[in-house]
């Protein structure tokens, strides 16, 4: 017998293991405050700290995101588990959004904060890190799942 929504379960675990992989080694390599250029002016690292939801929104809030990363991981593990069988968009866009919410929710239970480290300063973008990016990774599989199951007329 075959796991239940089996792609669901791997790309959160990949996700979940990629973000805590290259929080560590930010942790380990860089000094808080620490930038290194990778594309000078483009993109560099930068070690950061984020009490706060994306782009710092809710900053020092983290009693409460710590509860809602819960919350939300675990609904997704209720869905994969009891829902329905999803399609191949719908369990990566929920691993991936699982495996996210798990790596940030984690932090903020252990250390009272998330870790950042992806700097875009070409567009002035705030500095992420690797859950936010498969939480935005999730949303997007999320639409495909969703544009596929529209009607056509």
């Excluded at 293991?17 to 929080?23: A, F, W």
Aim: glycine share 10%; proline share 2%; with cysteine.
């Amino acid at each position: 017998m075959g796991i239940k929504n089996r792609f669901f379960w791997i790309a959160a675990l990949i996700a979940f293991l990629l973000d805590q992989l290259t929080k560590h080694w930010v942790v380990q390599t860089f000094n808080l405050g620490q930038s290194l250029p990778l594309l000078s002016g483009i993109f560099h690292f930068t070690y950061v700290t984020n009490t706060g939801a994306a782009f710092s929104l809710l900053s020092d809030k983290v009693g409460w995101l710590r509860w809602l990363s819960l919350g939300v991981s675990l609904l997704l593990i209720t869905i994969a588990l009891l829902g329905p069988l999803l399609n191949f968009w719908e369990q990566l866009g929920y691993g991936l959004i699982l495996g996210g919410a798990m790596g940030n929710g984690i932090d903020r239970f252990t250390k009272g904060y998330v870790v950042d480290f992806l700097d875009f300063r070409l567009i002035n973008f705030a500095v992420f890190n690797m859950a936010d990016s498969f939480i935005s990774m999730g949303i997007v599989c999320l639409l495909i799942a969703s544009w596929q199951k529209t009607p056509s007329n």
